[in-house]
């Protein structure tokens, strides 16, 4: 079976300092990977380079089983690749107008169907009883799990996550790591910059690190 991603020779450079010197990351279809490394190390420039939101060389990139190009990024990535930043950004409006927001940009469907598909999600993130609400009064996880749902809704292929618990603690932190096995079990790929030690201890979880711009990847 095909790699969902597959990326070799990735170089990112600020200047004269190169950041990334990646020989190969390789993402397979509806896993769960941890990347961890030092501050600084780049560990959210390369979810955002993978996003489309930084750019960066690459000798080849396959994406299911297709050749593609970081640069221009391509609607290949854009519809099947969604970011979530470590201080998600909450739009005007209640939290299903905010859950809704990526269907109707890209009109997903009828409206019925999105109605639905929101439903689905806000239960999933166990946000239901919240979505009348002004999304921005949110609490910190509350807005972490309504993200998530935003994401989810999407039905992305490969799921980027910049610490997702990072500024949770007690339940809201458990509420959202709750969430992370079930988007795998959907068939989505998960990368998650982390140091959150049960994140990392998750079932089935795998590890890589960067370390000066080359990624190990961590059977241990």
């Not at 927001?101 to 169907?113: D, F, P, T």
């Amino acid at each position: 079976m095909n790699p969902l991603l597959q990326i070799t020779g990735l170089r990112k450079s600020f200047g004269a300092r190169e950041l990334l010197n990646i020989d190969e990351l390789t993402i397979q279809a509806a896993q769960a990977y941890v990347l961890t490394g030092m501050n600084g190390s780049g560990k959210s420039t390369l979810l955002r380079i993978l996003a489309g939101l930084e750019q960066a060389h690459t000798r080849q990139l396959m994406f299911a089983g297709e050749v593609c190009k970081l640069i221009p990024y391509p609607r290949q990535l854009r519809e099947a690749i969604v970011y979530v930043h470590q201080h998600p950004v909450m739009f005007s409006g209640t939290v299903a107008d905010n859950i809704a927001y990526g269907l109707r940009l890209r009109k997903s469907g009828q409206l019925r169907e999105q109605i639905e598909l929101v439903a689905q999600a806000m239960q999933w993130a166990g946000v239901t009883h919240l979505q009348q609400h002004a999304a921005r009064t949110l609490s910190g996880g509350e807005k972490q799990r309504v993200a998530l749902a935003r994401a989810k809704v999407l039905q992305p292929r490969l799921l980027l996550l910049d610490e997702p618990t990072s500024n949770l603690d007690g339940e809201a932190r458990e509420q959202v790591i709750a969430l992370i096995p079930s988007l795998t079990q959907a068939g989505s790929s998960v990368i998650m910059v982390c140091h959150d030690r049960e994140l990392i201890a998750l079932p089935d979880m795998h590890r890589l690190k960067l370390r000066d711009g080359k990624l190990e990847v961590r059977t241990t």
